[in-house]
Structures are given as structure tokens and as C-alpha cells.
């Protein structure tokens, strides 16, 4: 049960995700789609996720609800995690537009593996720099997106 009501929350997501993107602002020139053929093509992979998790959802046997306890209360730590992790992502998001794309976004995803992957200090800032690296190539090179630059602009 659970499993299809995570399929239909995707299913949704996906279709308010692609209302957005098609709302996107067309070129009056360049490329016919403008900047709406990525955003589309993420919403149509979501889509696709939802219905594969709803087949297979289906396609399972019945379990005995007696035969299969699920664990109902959660720790509070467990909790407290969630929170957090909530919390950093707003402060990500509010930091993003005046720290610039580059620092914010090394620090958001070294505190958040520091977090998961205690002690590992020189990995995790590698592993932090290299995906926003990749990230800023793609997006800021290849697919030409203007990365807020934030405090680097000086």
C-alpha cells in the first residue's frame, strides 16, 4: 500500500512538474522548445518511474498483513534526522541566490555526507566538489543555465 501511494505521489509530482515546465517562456529565437525540453523530459522520467512502481506494485503477490509486521514508531532520532536534513535543504535553497551556486552547494552536500558518512572528511569534500563541478559543467557549460555566481563575482 504504501508502495503505491509513493507511485501516485510521483505520478502527481510529475504532472505538476511538467505544468511548469510547459508555463516556461518560449524563445523568439533559437531553439523551437526554448528551456522547456529538459524540464519536460525530467517530468516524462518521473512519469515513467511512477507507472513502472505501480506495475510493479501490482504485479506482487498478496502477503499476510499478520506475516509481515512493519515497524509503525520510528525513533526519535530518526526524526530529529529528517528535520534536519529539511532544514539544511531551506537553508540551501535561501542561500543559493546570495552565496552564489558554487560555495553553497559544496557545503550543503559536505555537511550533508559529513552527516552520513562520519569521519570521512577528505572524501566527502571531494566527493562534495567533484559533483558540483560535474553539475556546473553541464548545466553552466553545455546547457548554457546562468548559475547565480553569489560572493565568487568579486
Known amino acids: 500500500m504504501q ?6 505521489c510521483v505520478l502527481a509530482g510529475s504532472a505538476v512538474y511538467l505544468r511548469a515546465a510547459i508555463d516556461l517562456p518560449k524563445l523568439q529565437f533559437g531553439d523551437p522548445l526554448g528551456p522547456q525540453a529538459f524540464p519536460c523530459l525530467i517530468a516524462f522520467g518521473l512519469a515513467i518511474s511512477g507507472v513502472m512502481l505501480i ?3 501490482l504485479s506482487r ?39 552564489g551556486y558554487i560555495l553553497s552547494t559544496v557545503i550543503y552536500l559536505f555537511v550533508l555526507l559529513c552527516v552520513f558518512q562520519y569521519g570521512r572528511w577528505f572524501l566527502n569534500f ?29
Open 126 to 154: 571531494a566527493y562534495a566538489c567533484a559533483f558540483t563541478a560535474a553539475a556546473y559543467l553541464v548545466f553552466g557549460q553545455f546547457l548554457h543555465v546562468v548559475l547565480p555566481a553569489g560572493v565568487l563575482s568579486i
Open 61 to 99: 503477490k498478496p502477503v499476510d498483513a499478520a506475516a509481515e509486521e512493519l515497524p509503525v514508531l520510528r525513533s526519535r532520532s530518526e526524526y530529529a534526522l529528517l528535520a534536519g536534513v529539511a532544514v539544511w535543504t531551506a537553508i540551501y535553497y535561501a542561500s543559493f541566490e546570495p552565496v
Open 3 to 8: 508502495d503505491m501511494i509513493l507511485a501516485l
Open 55 to 57: 506495475i510493479q506494485t
